[in-house]
């Protein structure tokens, strides 16, 4: 197989995988990068949303060899040198997520819509984040919180300290 | 005399009855109506007065009380929550709960969620809205319990009175202002045991909490918005292969044949391993797939060519179900004295749970013990059925339980747990398990299609009776959900648990003084999986007898508010639906094609009234505003309820307009978001907003799913009011009137 070399969160990689493969499964299982998930592997839920060079994609359907030489950034990348990008702070300030396992993929999706409109209306929200879905009903705090950010109110906001929530229960570990 | 007069009459006499005997007689009778609702027009229901929330917690109560909290060295403290937190807020709420009552800093700790405890049988289960109501009276009485022993070690360590002391942000703090941080104290405190301290337990009062009440965000959201919330396919298990699952068509066929041959020739494909699943649980076998990556197992599963047995299911379609059920449902009996009458037949289609993170669970089975990861709502059920296809003891089962990607009902099964543990056995691996959405999608445990039949009658301008004949499918509550009810002490029949759970969990009540209330539900088993759905029967029994409200309305040319306020039950359901019409701006003018509608829903020891408007102008109808007025009790996390209560906005425009599946000989057609369709950012409302009722209650009500029969019954309502049709048959946006 071949080896595919592209930037991912400002790092390279390399990857011998088969430049068919989605570049999600490549993310996901080859470079144990799980903020994408998995939702319908065909592009109509966009839970595995992505940016390739600053544009949301579809990480399920975008063959790896694609993403070849290009700049890819997940979730995981989206905050800077430990800086949150404004539109996570508005994400937890709003209360944004319930289960949260669509959030990444909205997220990125909100990320993109500012990227190129960063004034967007009601109906531009509608337009562009109709392809994600959430099934928890987060739209109107997404919708929200993508105001929120366009109005500048979270260039300069401190999120408060919060408790820590365990994914793994040891008590000894911490 | 009409009937009405005659119901008041025997009441009255009942009334007055007395208790005589030697010590205090109790002259009161429980439910009957005081002077002042002598003109009550309903019949009783004891409902009223128990609901399964209630029993729930009688049936779990010892095992609530046994709650881990951990005061660690360094003055943070460790929670594990015996449930999951399916994308509730629970954890958050529970935390929240925790950390006021014992006097901690919220960020000071550290919640987990506990494994799987067969010790704790029904006190470890998620679901049914009364798990905040639940801990409510358990996580009080522990943090008293936990302050008393600090307060008593720092007493002894001072030497001074343990009357004298106070706890504040994780201090015991002492009159002269000094100091012990809990951290310092817990040695000590643990060294006291099981003895009676010192320092008698005080409940922290309600006037006194500083984070109850205080709207929260999710505790877990940065982690969320960073990506590092882990679900259960994002957990580093060493060496453990990608997975999916070939399943039959049909639902209970049986793996004939597996040639793989293709599938060997795509790089990265490891085995095709056929599995039997547990088909007495409905859990289905089939042929799982093990790849290098899930891109490589999907692709490696749709190039297997299997032969399948058939299942019982084969010959049977929608209609055929649609013949069962008309031929199970029972008949409605009062007739039309000249009144006038609402006489409608509804049907509600089999519906999918489709959470996000679709069936997932890692396994690792070795000769001796078993070790899986699944979001469990009821893991010690999944302890048991797995134990026993795996040939061991539930003590060699251990299954931990990740956060979940949303579940709605789903995960009170335990699916893919019980296939990953197949799985690994016959690899000897450590396998993850995840469905593809088409799996997801076609092999659900649906919430059942029904059958409706409602007739409400009126003698005298006033509603007479009110009938409501369900029939459905079996509902599957053998997933230990049937278990509270029959606490293990009798035969297990599902059927009869089913209709107990229709009348106890509030489907089968009617909040109004309807005359006389006759809700019945008629099942029969079919082999396709059925299990409950958020909300369980009422979102379809509940919604359709609001829809029925508003038609009785305009029969009696009553404005639709007004109507339900005149009959509603009680004060308390009037102030919510005051609420909500008054937030809601009820009656507002709005262009022709746009309507309001409203839906009231009583349950969980809640009330909720949804005013939403839809727009039937465009293509498809649209939800463009919403006001949610709710009475939840005590009111523990303001934004995690309101975000309930949001999401249940979209649940019931989803089943309203968008959401149904078919049956097609024993197959269901729907196999992902282009033909299974939900509510999506354009048709979900750009106002929205959610009122809370001040508390008068002493304990928290549920809001997971109070809400939805109420949204439900506002979507309709609404599309009746814009276009003049009535809703009989969903989803409206395929089947229209």
């Known amino acids: 197989m071949p080896v595919i070399t592209f930037n991912l969160n400002g790092k390279p990689v390399s990857v011998d995988a088969d430049k068919d493969e989605g570049l999600l499964y490549v993310l996901r299982d080859r470079l144990g990068v799980t903020g994408p998930k998995y939702g319908c592997g065909v592009g109509l839920d966009g839970v595995c949303t992505s940016l390739i060079d600053g544009k949301a994609v579809r990480t399920c359907i975008t063959p790896v060899g694609a993403v070849e030489g290009h700049q890819v950034t997940t979730i995981e990348g989206l905050a800077k040198d430990g800086v949150l990008h404004p539109i996570q702070k508005a994400w937890v300030d709003t209360d944004v997520a319930q289960c949260g396992y669509c959030q990444a993929g909205q997220i990125m999706q909100a990320v993109s819509l500012l990227n190129e409109n960063p004034h967007p209306t009601d109906d531009d929200i509608d337009r562009v984040m109709g392809g994600n879905l959430c099934r928890c009903g987060t739209y109107f705090r997404i919708r929200t919180a993508i105001k929120r950010v366009a109005a500048g109110e979270y260039d300069h906001f401190e999120l408060p300290p919060v408790p820590r929530t365990l994914y793994q229960k040891d008590p000894k570990e911490e | 005399m009409s009937i009405l007069d005659k119901k008041i009459e025997r009441r009255q006499v009942l009334k007055t009855f007395l208790v005589a005997g030697p010590t205090l007689a109790i002259a009161g009778r429980l439910g009957l109506p005081d002077a002042a609702e002598a003109a009550i027009r309903r019949t009783p229901d004891l409902y009223e007065h128990q609901d399964f929330t209630d029993i729930f917690m009688q049936t779990g109560a010892p095992f609530y009380y046994d709650l881990l909290v951990n005061i660690l060295p360094n003055n943070r403290v460790y929670f594990e929550m015996p449930r999951v937190d399916v994308g509730t807020g629970l954890l958050t709420a529970t935390t929240m709960m925790l950390a006021d009552n014992l006097d901690v800093p919220f960020e000071n700790m550290d919640s987990a969620q506990s494994d799987a405890e067969p010790i704790r049988a029904l006190g470890q289960l998620t679901g049914g809205s009364q798990d905040v109501r639940g801990l409510w009276d358990p996580v009080r009485v522990i943090a008293a319990q936990i302050r008393a022993r600090l307060t008593t070690a720092a007493s002894d360590h001072w030497g001074v009175s343990p009357g004298t002391l106070r706890t504040e942000n994780g201090y015991v703090v002492a ?34 909490y500083t984070l109850i009440g205080k709207p929260t965000s999710r505790m877990n959201a940065l982690d969320i918005a960073t990506g590092k919330a882990k679900y259960t396919m994002d957990l580093p298990i060493e060496g453990a292969l990608p997975t999916v699952m070939a399943v039959s068509p049909a639902a209970g066929g049986t793996v004939k044949s597996v040639d793989d041959s293709e599938a060997k020739k795509i790089p990265g494909f490891i085995a095709a391993t056929p599995i039997p699943g547990m088909p007495e649980m409905l859990i289905p076998g089939g042929v799982a797939v093990t790849a290098q990556t899930f891109g490589i197992a999907k692709k490696a599963k749709n190039a297997l060519k299997i032969e399948w047995n058939p299942g019982p299911m084969d010959h049977i379609s929608d209609a055929q179900i649609d013949q069962m059920m008309e031929k199970i449902i029972d008949k409605v009996i009062v007739p039309d004295t000249g009144g006038g009458m609402i006489d409608a037949v509804f049907r509600w289609p089999y519906t999918n749970h489709a959470p996000m993170e679709p069936n997932t669970a890692v396994g690792h089975v070795t000769k001796d013990k078993a070790e899986i990861w699944s979001g469990l709502q009821i893991p010690n059920t999944a302890v048991q059925n797995i134990a026993q296809v795996l040939g061991m003891t539930q003590e060699q089962v251990t299954i931990h339980i990740p956060l979940r990607g949303g579940a709605f009902g789903r995960y009170l099964f335990h ?12 690899m000897g691996k450590p396998i993850k398990l995840m469905y593809m959405r088409e799996e997801d999608i076609k092999r659900g445990r649906n919430r059942t299609a029904s059958l409706n039949h409602i007739r409400a009658t009126i003698v005298d301008g006033q509603v007479a009776s009110f009938e409501h004949r369900m029939a459905c499918p079996e509902m599957d509550l053998r997933h230990g959900l049937g278990d509270v009810i029959t606490h293990q002490a009798v035969k297990y029949d599902d059927d009869q648990v089913g209709k107990y759970f229709f009348g106890q969990s509030g489907s089968g009540h009617i909040p109004y003084n309807v005359g006389w209330r006759s809700p019945t539900l008629q099942q029969q088993l079919l082999a396709i999986p059925t299990g409950p759905w958020r909300v369980v029967y009422s979102g379809q029994v509940c919604s359709l007898n609001e829809i029925v409200m508003d038609e009785l309305a305009r029969l009696l040319g009553k404005d639709e508010y007004e109507f339900r306020r005149e009959l509603a039950q009680s004060d308390r359901h009037r102030a919510v639906l005051d609420k909500a019409a008054h937030e809601g701006q009820w009656g507002r003018k709005l262009p022709a094609g746009v309507a309001q509608g409203i839906g009231l829903h009583d349950e969980y020891h809640s009330i909720a009234v949804y005013v939403m408007e839809i727009d039937t102008r465009g293509p498809k109808p649209r939800m463009t505003r919403c006001t949610i007025a709710c009475d939840c009790g005590y009111l523990v996390n303001p934004k995690g309820a309101a975000n309930q209560l949001m999401g249940s906005a979209h649940d019931g425009f989803g089943v309203v307009f968008k959401a149904g599946l078919h049956i097609v000989n024993g197959t269901t057609k729907e196999s992902n978001w282009y033909d299974y369709k939900w509510t999506r950012m354009y048709d979900s409302a750009p106002e929205m907003s959610v009122h809370f009722l001040p508390n008068n209650q002493a304990e928290p009500g549920g809001v997971g799913e109070v809400g939805v029969p109420a949204a439900t019954a506002a979507a309709a309502n609404a599309w009746a009011r814009a276009t003049g049709k009535k809703p009989r048959k969903f989803p409206i946006n395929e089947y229209g009137a």
């Open chain 2, 175 to 208: 009159p002269d202002g000094r100091r012990l941080s809990y951290g310092e104290l817990t040695a000590e405190a643990a060294k006291l045991g099981p003895t009676v301290p010192k320092s008698a337990p005080q409940i922290k009062k309600p006037q006194n």
């Open chain 2, 415 to 426: 699916d893919a747990a019980l296939q990953v543990a197949e799985i690994s056995q016959r």
